[in-house]
C-alpha cells in the first residue's frame, strides 16, 4: 500500500518556455490529430471546504503525533485538514487546443458559457471571465486556442467541480505546448492557485474580492490521480496547498462499495435569492464568531471519521458522518439544503444520508448502509427524471485512473510526470 502514497507540491526543477506562441501555432496548424486532455468530475463528501486556502489559515494543525504512513489507519492526520473524494467513471469533460482565429491573442471557447470565443490581444488580468485567457499568455501562447466541448448535460451546475477542471485542462495543456513540462504536483498547485486568487471582483458595498470562485483544488487533484483517495493537507512543509495522498479505496473494493452510494440531483432550484457565493460567503463570515469557529473547528474530526469509515468500508459509520458533516454545514448556513426538501424525506423513510455536494442544491451524494435502499432510491429518481430539470440519478462509479491524454505523442508533446513519493523526519 505504501507505494500508493502520493505528495503533491510544487517541488521541481525551474523551467522556462520552449516554443513561442508562433511556433505552437505552426504545431497546432499542421496536426492531424489536436491535443486533448478528457478530465472527470469528482464526488466530495465530509472534508468538503477543508481544502480552502482560509480554512489553512484559520484551520491548520500539525500532526500531533509522529507521522507514520505505515499505520493503516492514519491516526497522525486525525486533526489534520483533509478532502476524501472520488474520481467518477462516466463520460469525460473535453478540452483541446487548437489555432485561434486570431494569430496575435489568446482564445478561450467554452459553448456552454460563451456565445462566441474570448479573445484577447492585451491581458486584462483583473477579469475572472478570462482565466483560461491569462494562463494561455503565462505561458506566450499568443495565437492559441483553449476549447471545451459541450459538457453532458449530467454535469451542468451540479457542484461536481467545474471550473477547476478548466482550469486544470489550460494548464496541461500549456504546460506541454509551450515545451515547460511541469510537473503533476506543479500543475495542480498552480491550477488550484489560480482559481483561488485570480481576478478582481468588486460588491455593490465597494469590497474587493479575489479568485474566479470560492474553491480549493480537489476536483482537480482527483481528476489528476482517479481512485478514491484521502488527501491531507500539510501546507507548512511542502507549500500552499501541498497535500499527502493514501487510496481510501482499491480498485478491487469498488464494485462492493459503489452498491451503498448513488447521486441524485432532485431538479430543483433555490429559492430567489439564494446563491452559490452567498452560501460560501455565510460559511466563511462564521469564522468571525466563536460559535461559528467552534463549528467549523469540528469539521476536521469528522472528515477524519469519515475517512476511516470508508477505508473500512463501514457503511453505518460513513452514513453517520455524512450527516454530522451536513448538519455543521447546515448550522452555518442554513441555504445550503435549500432545493432538497425531497430528497431528504426520501431519505429518511430510507434510512439514508445524503451529502449537497459544493456550496448546495445541484447533485447530491446518498449513501446507505443497506444496498437495497440504494437501488430503490435509484430507481425512484430514475422513473421521475426530467432533463429539462436536470432531475436524474447516477450511478457512483469509482474511475481507477484519472486524466486521459490524446495527440501529445503524437505531436511529440512530453506528458506530466507523475507526484513524488512523500518522505517523512
Not at 25 to 54: K, N, T
Not at 174 to 182: E, I, P, Q, W
Request: glycine share 10%; hydrophobic share 40%; aromatic share 10%.
Amino acid at each position: 500500500m505504501a507505494g500508493k502514497y502520493h505528495l503533491w507540491s510544487a517541488r521541481g526543477d525551474l523551467c522556462s518556455i520552449q516554443r513561442t506562441g508562433m511556433e505552437v501555432r505552426e504545431l497546432l496548424s499542421g496536426a492531424q490529430v489536436l491535443p486533448e486532455v478528457h478530465l472527470f468530475p469528482r464526488s466530495d463528501g465530509p472534508g468538503s471546504s477543508q481544502d480552502l486556502p482560509q480554512f489553512a489559515a484559520m484551520g491548520h494543525r500539525l500532526p500531533c503525533r509522529e507521522v507514520d504512513l505505515n499505520d493503516p489507519c492514519w491516526a497522525w492526520s486525525q486533526d489534520c485538514l483533509r478532502t476524501p473524494g472520488a474520481c467518477l467513471d462516466g463520460d469525460p469533460i473535453v478540452f483541446r487546443a487548437l489555432p485561434s482565429d486570431d494569430p496575435q491573442a489568446t482564445e478561450y471557447y467554452a459553448p456552454d458559457f460563451h456565445q462566441a470565443p474570448l479573445c484577447q490581444r492585451q491581458p486584462v488580468v483583473g477579469r475572472s471571465d478570462y482565466f483560461v485567457n491569462n494562463i494561455l499568455a503565462q505561458f506566450g501562447l499568443y495565437g492559441v486556442r483553449i476549447e471545451a466541448e459541450p459538457m453532458p448535460a449530467l454535469y451542468r451546475g451540479t457542484g461536481l467541480g467545474g471550473s477547476n477542471l478548466a482550469h486544470l485542462a489550460a494548464m496541461l495543456l500549456g504546460s506541454a505546448l509551450a515545451g515547460v513540462d511541469l510537473t503533476q504536483g506543479q500543475i495542480y498547485i498552480a491550477a488550484t492557485q489560480l482559481e483561488n486568487q485570480f481576478g478582481v471582483h468588486e460588491n455593490s458595498q465597494g469590497e474587493i474580492r479575489y479568485g474566479v470562485s470560492l474553491t480549493g483544488g480537489q476536483e482537480a487533484l482527483a481528476a489528476l490521480q482517479g481512485g478514491f483517495y484521502d488527501n491531507v493537507h500539510l501546507p507548512w512543509f511542502n507549500g500552499p496547498f501541498s497535500v499527502v495522498s493514501r487510496p481510501l479505496l482499491l480498485p478491487e473494493s469498488y464494485a462492493a462499495a459503489q452498491q451503498h452510494l448513488l447521486l441524485v440531483n432532485v431538479g430543483r432550484r433555490r429559492a430567489e435569492g439564494v446563491t452559490s457565493s452567498g452560501i460560501n460567503n455565510a460559511w466563511m463570515a462564521r469564522w468571525r464568531d466563536q460559535e461559528g469557529a467552534g463549528i467549523h473547528a469540528e469539521k476536521p474530526r469528522l472528515a477524519y471519521l469519515a475517512a476511516e469509515a470508508l477505508r473500512q468500508q463501514d457503511w453505518a459509520l460513513y452514513a453517520r458522518a455524512v450527516a454530522e458533516y451536513r448538519s455543521l454545514r447546515a448550522t452555518l448556513c442554513v441555504e445550503y439544503l435549500s432545493g432538497q426538501d425531497e430528497l431528504a424525506d426520501r431519505c429518511h423513510d430510507s434510512g439514508l444520508e445524503y451529502f449537497p455536494l459544493g456550496a448546495g442544491t445541484g447533485t447530491c451524494l446518498v449513501v446507505g448502509e443497506k444496498a437495497q435502499a440504494i437501488t430503490q432510491l435509484k430507481e425512484y429518481f430514475t422513473a421521475s427524471a426530467d432533463a429539462q430539470t436536470g432531475r436524474l440519478a447516477m450511478p457512483f462509479r469509482i474511475r481507477e485512473k484519472g486524466v486521459e491524454y490524446y495527440g501529445f505523442q503524437e505531436n511529440g508533446l512530453t506528458l506530466p510526470m507523475a507526484p513524488e513519493r512523500p518522505s517523512v523526519c
